[in-house]
């Protein structure tokens, strides 16, 4: 089967699960002043500023048009239907993107590839800034969703929760939680107060979960002083962060972060201050030098903070991907998770969404990967008879066509 | 919900914007058809003089002894300058007003404050609140901060910078009041934007006399004129470091493509040129490229020639590469482009003098 082909099996089966599932998929509260895009399959053309009156006029256009890709404004329109400039802006639900994009992963990335655009030279990871052959600075990057991509993610999200509750005292009855269904999670807040806020205000709703501009002295820490552990907002998220650090780093890793002289005194007195910072007031031994502290301070805050993807916060326009409908990346499907059940959510086996049947296809290259309880690959050439949903899989990743049935 | 405060009527004239002060001039029956009349003459005075400190000084003058007058003067003033229609007399009024309120705010009790604030739907309420060597008096649901604060240029109006709890912000009352400051002018910026029906001759006499004054004062104008020629010389650090990575292909942020590209535009350069700073960029289209910087030059759709994002919001979104010297003394990236060639202007016209 060449590419077309390939592409109408994997809408094909997309038609099949929207057939099926369509009446579980809900549309987003506030239909009617809702912006709807729809990413087609054929024309890989984005269909834009749709507006709905009801979910089964919703639904009919899922089964029929069967999209890649299911896409919602975050903002509330008068008239989801017209211009970008005549819609009327009524007001944005307060939406967080993590993505393992931006956050540095354990894994180290090595399931992405990249390949040279000048001299066709590949590699692993995240393409480095020169091609190592002949130094050019082009690159064409494919990317994985892996475990620990995903567990790094999923670390994130709960962070980012813990902010919004604690901190914004957000109700979870207000937020919704979801697995995009690639490489990430989505938070998701409707709220009629937050709703309203313009970009200028959600950048410093951005900046205090980030981190960014952030003045350790207006949260009680300075030379002499720091906060404690049990404190509220940054002042206790800041000695929280400090003190994990202190507990958890060796001494390379603190040589790592520029501390020199310090580092021995640190260890050698690393429990009396961690006895310090639980019982009295934190401690800081002088033999620790201010610029030193000042550093621990700065490593706790970036420990602290979330990795978010800024500019969707900001944005008030956005478009979301619908939960429940399928990530035209992976066949899987963006599936809600409860915060408290966030643990025990497992996303390459919850968001699979074709659990029958079999395919035959040829792969071209694939890492190795799991999806439900089965691991499969890598893979490299190799004609493979698969599940449903791992090989919609790697043929949405396009790294694999459908085998002809003889 | 708390008990209803109540306000004066000396309360009213300090704070003539609040829905009470609206239902007691209702019943004083201030028709503006009869601002004609003789014995009107004190309030329209005053309300002149408002708008005349405003312009002249940012204050708003010494308040009427009698109530009503100071009462009553407040919304004549206020159609007195939205039919002015000239954007930097409301600006300046609005501003000069929430100054005042904010002075006066500051003296008031807690009470009367939370009173004041809640006219604006504030979620606040009075606390006593220490935490380390700080004591606060209020606990604002953080949306209310944000939007006052969000636009005040000082690092301790950071939401970061806050202690917060549960939604709630901790604020002082020198605080507040600044915030209300905010608040206050917002409210009469957005009334001094009403379309203004016909005034008497009189009324639109004392409006035209501000006119003029309001030129007097303002004077010529001096506007920083941007050469023809792009200095890449004068470029800041953002800018440089984005260009840099456009001419070698690499990949660049969204923030950080229309920051380039409305630098770019606003520095004099050509669309032309700055398709071409684009070429090298591995998903380059150049039907995509031109659409898309003819739209931030204010070609096309919108018709709005956009500028770059201010200095704050690029390190929000890591295109901030860390500032140097010049950066610490601005806010906006333009803003450093037009310093930096005022300073190599200058030392181009210096006389290098010989040593002795």
């Known amino acids: ?6 592409k109408a099996f994997v809408q094909e089966k997309f038609a099949e699960y929207y057939k099926l599932n369509s009446a579980s998929i809900d549309p987003p509260s506030s239909l009617v002043n809702r912006e709807f895009a729809f990413l087609l399959f054929k024309e890989r053309m984005m269909l834009r500023h749709k507006g709905f009156e009801n979910a089964e006029d919703f639904r009919t256009l899922l089964k029929t048009v069967v999209p890649s890709d299911v896409y919602y404004s975050s903002a509330h329109y008068e008239k989801p239907e017209e211009e970008m400039e005549a819609k009327g802006w009524l007001g944005a639900d307060l939406v967080f993107d993590i993505d393992a994009d931006h956050i540095s992963t354990p894994c180290g990335k090595q399931h992405d590839t990249w390949v040279c655009n000048n001299c066709g030279e590949t590699g692993r990871g995240t393409h480095p800034e020169k091609c190592p052959k002949c130094k050019g600075q082009k690159f064409d990057d494919k990317s994985w969703p892996c475990e620990k991509c995903l567990e790094s993610t999923k670390r994130e999200a709960t962070k980012l929760f813990d902010f919004l509750t604690k901190d914004f005292g957000l109700s979870p ?33 951005v900046d205090y979960i980030v981190g960014v501009g952030l003045e350790p002295k207006f949260h009680g820490f300075e030379e002499d002083r720091a906060s404690t552990l049990e ?30 002289k310090s580092v021995t005194n640190l260890i050698s007195q690393r429990d009396k201050i961690l006895e310090s910072w639980k019982s009295r007031r934190p401690w800081r031994p002088d033999s620790v030098g201010s610029e030193s502290w000042k550093k621990i301070v700065q490593k706790a805050i970036e420990n602290q903070s979330v990795r978010i993807d800024t500019v969707v916060t900001t944005d008030i326009h956005r478009l979301i991907r619908l939960t429940n409908t399928l990530h035209g990346k992976t066949g899987l499907k963006k599936i809600q998770v409860s915060a408290s059940d966030i643990e025990r959510f ?30 499969y690959g890598s893979y490299r050439n190799m004609k493979v008879e698969l599940p449903t949903a791992a090989a919609l899989f790697l043929l949405c990743k396009g790294a694999a066509q459908v085998q002809e049935e003889h | 919900m708390e008990k209803k405060l109540f306000l004066t009527r000396s309360d009213l004239a300090k704070y003539p914007f609040i829905p009470e002060a609206g239902k007691y001039i209702e019943s004083l029956e201030v028709k503006i058809d009869e601002l004609a009349n003789a014995d009107l003459e004190p309030i329209l005075t005053r309300a002149e003089a408002r708008v005349e400190d405003a312009i002249l000084s940012n204050t708003t003058g010494k308040p009427s002894h009698q109530d009503d007058v100071e009462i009553s003067s407040f919304p004549i003033a206020v159609m ?3 039919a002015s229609a000239n954007s930097h007399i409301k600006r300046r009024y609005a501003l000069a007003e929430a100054k005042r309120v904010s002075t006066l ?30 004591t606060f008096d209020f606990a604002l649901y953080f949306p209310y901060f944000l939007r006052n604060a969000a636009n005040i240029q000082d690092e301790k109006w950071k939401l970061a910078n806050r202690l917060m709890l549960k939604g709630e912000v901790y604020i002082t009352k020198n605080e507040a009041s600044r915030l209300l400051q905010e608040e206050v002018r917002r409210y009469i910026e957005g009334k001094l934007n009403i379309e203004v029906r016909a005034l008497p001759q009189n ?32 470029f800041p650090p953002c800018i440089r470091e984005l260009r840099k990575s456009a001419l070698a292909g690499r990949h660049i942020s969204h923030v950080g493509r229309f920051t380039l590209t409305s630098f770019l535009i606003n520095s004099g350069m050509t669309v032309e040129n700055v398709i071409e700073c684009f070429r090298s960029a591995s998903d380059f289209n150049e039907r995509m490229t031109r659409y898309q910087v003819e739209h931030i030059a204010g070609g096309r759709g919108s018709r709005t ?28 990236p333009l803003t450093y482009y037009k310093r930096k060639l005022r300073t190599m202007k200058t030392a181009a016209e210096t006389p290098t003098v010989p040593r002795e």
Not at chain 2, 112 to 133: P, T
Request: net charge neutral; aromatic share 8%.
């Open chain 1, 1 to 6: 089967m060449n590419k077309i082909e390939t």
């Open chain 1, 173 to 205: 009855q207000e937020m919704t939680v979801a697995f995009s269904g690639h490489r990430g999670y989505h938070v998701h807040v409707e709220n009629e107060v937050v709703q309203t806020l313009d970009q200028v205000a959600r950048k410093e709703i």
């Open chain 1, 231 to 260: 404190e509220a907002g940054w002042r206790g998220r800041i000695a929280t962060g400090m003190y994990e650090f202190l507990r958890n780093t060796s001494a390379e890793q603190f040589k790592k972060i520029g501390l020199k």
């Open chain 1, 346 to 375: 497992d996303p390459l086996k919850d968001a699979v969404a074709f659990k029958e049947g079999r395919v035959s296809l040829v792969v071209f290259e694939a890492p190795e990967f799991r999806l439900g309880d089965e691991r």
């Open chain 2, 80 to 82: 007195m300058v939205a």
């Open chain 2, 105 to 134: 705010l500051e003296d008031e009790t807690e009470e009367k404050i939370v009173a004041v604030a809640r006219n604006f739907n504030w979620d606040i309420k009075a606390v006593k609140f220490n935490v380390g060597s700080l």
């Open chain 2, 203 to 234: 009324v639109m006499e004392r409006v035209e006399r501000l006119k003029r004054l309001f030129t007097e004062m303002r004077g010529k104008i001096q506007t920083e004129e941007i050469p023809k020629e792009v200095m890449i010389d004068a």
């Open chain 2, 305 to 332: 020639k956009y500028i770059p994002p201010k200095c704050d919001t690029l390190r929000t979104h890591g295109v901030c590469p860390g500032m140097d010297e010049n950066c610490s003394r601005i806010r906006h």
